[in-house]
């Protein structure tokens, strides 16, 4: 039998808690073989970024066809690209690849409030990678930047997701976790919307969620699910990874992506 495998193209989490590093261990705690592709180094911990070093172009090309031409691929997703260039390079190789299916994670802003992606790559995102994505995955702010569209009611939330799939993207799912109360993910493809709910984990232990949620639906993917419930799977992981999580750093924690092999004992 052959292993799953998933391909993330991100950015290098020096605090392990997000980034590439997130992805990895989601896909090792989810039976998925994974592959990476670095696009930036940050220096990071659970208390913010305080550097960035991207990768030249032609490395990052040089990592997706080694992977590509060798190992190959079940799923793919891509999390924080950082410049336009990035975004245009990935883009070309998603389409010379057909990586597919493809998660788009719209990283634009760290945990703990520092950007990931400039202010004149939102533009790239939304032109040439949201038409090549199975699915996207942003938060209410970063809806709110691809569409231009204040959200503050769930009416605004469900047009931002009709909005992100006219822009080309084949499902969309925006994360509650901004909102107050439970949890609410809101999934939107061409034939459905559900809503799908999960209890609000109190913690501190926050960094790398997005990253994490992302990564599991593309093991899911991977794993041959379909989108909605790959995306159900995911959540179901993350709200557990979150409940486990294990206090670590001063700041935003990482979740405990290995909940299911060990436990933290106070």
């Known amino acids: 039998m052959s292993v799953p495998r998933a391909l993330t193209i991100a950015g290098s989490d020096s605090g392990g808690g997000a980034g590439i590093q997130a ?29 960035v070093l991207e990768v030249p172009l032609d490395l990052i090309a040089k990592q997706i066809d ?12 891509t999390g924080m690209l950082a410049s336009a260039p990035v975004i245009e390079l990935v883009a070309a190789k998603v389409r010379e690849y057909g990586l597919q299916p493809l998660v788009v994670d719209p990283v634009m802003v760290a945990k703990s409030g520092d950007r990931l992606l400039r202010e004149d790559a939102v ?13 996207v995955t942003p938060n209410i702010p970063e809806a709110e930047a691809l ?22 993207a084949q499902a969309v799912v925006i994360k509650g976790g901004h909102l107050e109360g ?5 999934f939107v493809d061409a034939t459905r919307l559900v809503e799908l709910a999960a209890e609000r984990v109190e913690t501190t232990s926050t960094h790398g969620t997005g990253c994490t949620f992302a990564s599991a639906i593309a093991a899911g993917l991977a794993q041959g699910m379909n989108t909605l419930e790959a995306v159900r799977e995911a959540k179901y992981y993350l709200t557990q990874a979150l409940r486990m999580a294990f206090p670590l ?16 004992e106070p």
Do not use: C, M
């Open 249 to 264: 750093g001063q700041g935003h924690g990482p979740v405990h992506h290995f909940f299911r092999w060990w436990r933290h």
């Open 66 to 77: 080694a992977v590509v031409t060798d190992i190959g691929f079940d799923a793919a997703k």
């Open 147 to 168: 569409t231009g569209r204040t959200i503050r009611s769930e009416e605004d939330r469900r047009q931002a997701a009709r909005d992100l799939l006219a822009l080309g």
């Open 23 to 51: 992805d990895l261990k989601t896909f090792a705690a989810l039976g998925v073989y994974g592959a990476s592709v670095i696009t930036a180094i940050t220096a990071q911990n659970t208390l913010g970024v305080t550097g």
């Open 182 to 186: 439970p949890a609410v993910d809101l």
């Open 123 to 135: 533009a790239a995102l939304r032109d040439l990678l949201l038409p090549l994505a199975t699915i």
